[in-house]
């Protein structure tokens, strides 16, 4: 038995476990977290997108592309908190539910 916590958390690295399991169960926990940042990126540029589109049909100079960008950051941020609760809530109901 090892005794010495610096050599028995190595030992669990080089087994691909980490302290409160294996490698797999942890990415398990982080999937839902992933892509956030990957749907606030989209959301923001198809928002950039769609307001450059409308102001060259329109002519109506940076101020659709403006709107078109916060609006994407918007939704972006309402749908990482939207997942964000949602997760919350998973973890804080009991497992027998």
């Known amino acids: ?3 010495n916590p610096i050599q028995a958390e190595k030992d669990r ?5 980490t302290e409160s399991g294996s490698v797999p169960a942890a990415l398990k926990e982080l ?3 992933m ?3 990957l749907v606030l ?3 923001t540029g198809a928002g950039t997108v769609g307001g450059v589109y409308l102001d060259r049909w329109l002519g109506t100079g940076p101020w659709l592309t403006l709107t078109g960008i916060f609006l994407g950051i918007g939704i ?3 749908a990482v908190f939207q997942t964000l609760a949602a997760q919350e809530e ?3 109901k009991p497992d027998g539910d």
């Open 13 to 17: 690295n080089k087994k691909g476990e």
């Open 1 to 3: 038995m090892n005794n």
């Open 35 to 37: 892509g956030l940042g």
């Open 76 to 78: 972006g941020f309402v």
């Open 31 to 33: 999937g839902p977290y």
């Open 90 to 92: 998973r973890r804080r």
């Open 41 to 43: 990126a989209i959301s």
